[in-house]
């Protein structure tokens, strides 16, 4: 009998696959220019991305703001009942004591949380900014067209937001009308009524109480516009800036457009 030939090992398997018609499929190339029409599709999804995440912060910051005011309107009213049962008396003043300081920390969380939604928001705004100059680098014939930022200096995302105030009342004014605004003035107001509140239990007079009031509130105010500056003047130089606008166009020396 001839002996059987030994059984050679089998070839190892491809890594490549094969397309339909049998042939090996070659992996895409990388994307390494902006005219890659693929390029445009990158972009768009992240667009898109952080136009979805910029809803979530507003949606976020309302239902904030929504729960804070109508818990401290459930607030009043318990004290409104509680009053007609109890009187103004020292025991009503120390119960609206613990209750107005339940709706202070829950006033300083909620204006805490708004502040982050709006660096969230600020943050889907500034790389929506930058993707929009890498639209007009795919095709500079768009620019003209582009009513928002398409530069990622923080001068030039803000615009988002409105025209800047060119003073100190002004930008005052307009951060009092925002969601935030709004609640930091209420959550400053409450802690003022807290500590007249305190002040009065503590055996001051009607007008100490007051004025204690007001110094309270006019500092708590203070405090939380001041941490939120800081906090955006720190975020702004984190985001930093790629795509600075250029300088302002003078009529003797017109700025080149990018």
Known sequence: MTAEPPVMNAAPESTESASP???????????????????????????????????????EAFIRGGMFLTFLSMSFVGLALLAQAMSFTSQFFAAAVVVLAFDFII???????????????LRS????????????????VVAPYFTSATHDDIDSVLTAYGSPSKNALGELAYGLSTSGGMIGLITAMVGGVLAAL???????????????GVVAGAVVFALLVFLTFRAAA?????????FPAPPEATPEEPAATQ
Do not use: C, K
């Open 125 to 140: 705004v500034h790389g929506m900014a930058r993707i929009r100059h890498g639209y007009t680098e795919i095709a500079p």
């Open 198 to 212: 305190v002040a009065f239990l503590l055996g001051a007079g009607g007008e100490v109480a007051i004025l204690l």
């Open 107 to 121: 006033g300083v969380l909620t204006f805490v949380r708004i502040a982050g939604a709006n660096v969230d928001d």
């Open 234 to 242: 720190g975020f702004q130089v984190a985001l930093g800036v790629r």
């Open 21 to 59: 018609d049998g042939r090996l499929a070659v992996p895409p190339a990388p994307v390494t220019s902006l005219s890659d029409p693929r390029a445009v599709q990158i972009l768009s999804t992240e667009h898109w991305s952080l136009l979805a995440s910029r809803s979530l912060a507003y949606n």
